[in-house]
C-alpha cells in the first residue's frame, strides 16, 4: 500500500519526506532528543539500542519489548555506534603508532 504523501517537503538530500516522517521529526526535535534520529529509530531494533544505551536494564527492555528470553532480545539489540567509532578511532591511532615505530628502525 502506498504512503500518501501531503504536500512534499524534503529532507536537505533531495529526498522526500512522508507526513509520517515529518511528524516523527517534529517530534523528535521537540523532545529535545538527537536531531540525527529518525522514525526508524524508534522500531524494535532502533529503539531497543537506543534504549539501551540510555541506561535501562535487561529486564526493562525485556518487559518494553515483550521478549520472553534473553536469546530472543539479542536479535534485536546491537552495539552503541559511538563505542564503535571509538574503538575503531583507537585502532587507526595504534596502527599508525607502529607503522611510525616500524618505519623508525
Given at each position: 500500500?502506498?504512503?500518501?504523501?501531503?504536500?512534499?517537503?524534503?529532507?536537505g538530500k533531495g529526498e522526500?519526506?512522508?507526513q509520517v516522517q515529518r511528524?516523527?521529526?517534529?517530534?523528535?526535535?521537540?523532545?529535545?532528543?538527537?536531531?540525527?534520529?529518525?522514525?526508524?529509530?524508534?522500531?524494535?531494533?532502533?529503539?531497543?539500542?537506543?534504549?539501551?544505551?540510555?541506561?535501562?536494564?535487561?529486564?526493562?527492555?525485556?518487559?518494553?519489548?515483550?521478549?520472553?528470553?534473553?536469546?530472543?532480545?539479542?536479535?534485536?539489540?546491537?552495539?552503541?555506534?559511538?563505542?564503535?567509532?571509538?574503538?575503531?578511532?583507537?585502532?587507526?591511532?595504534?596502527?599508525?603508532?607502529?607503522?611510525?615505530?616500524?618505519?623508525?628502525?
Amino acid at each position: 500500500m502506498p504512503v500518501e504523501l501531503s504536500r512534499a517537503a524534503s529532507n536537505g538530500k533531495g529526498e522526500i519526506l512522508t507526513q509520517v516522517q515529518r511528524i516523527s521529526k517534529k517530534v523528535i526535535l521537540a523532545a529535545g532528543l538527537r536531531s540525527e534520529l529518525t522514525f526508524t529509530s524508534f522500531g524494535r531494533h532502533g529503539g531497543t539500542t537506543e534504549a539501551s544505551t540510555s541506561g535501562l536494564t535487561e529486564t526493562q527492555l525485556m518487559q518494553k519489548g515483550q521478549w520472553s528470553s534473553t536469546v530472543a532480545m539479542a536479535h534485536y539489540l546491537h552495539d552503541d555506534d559511538e563505542a564503535k567509532q571509538d574503538a575503531q578511532m583507537k585502532r587507526i591511532k595504534r596502527r599508525a603508532k607502529l607503522a611510525k615505530q616500524a618505519t623508525a628502525k
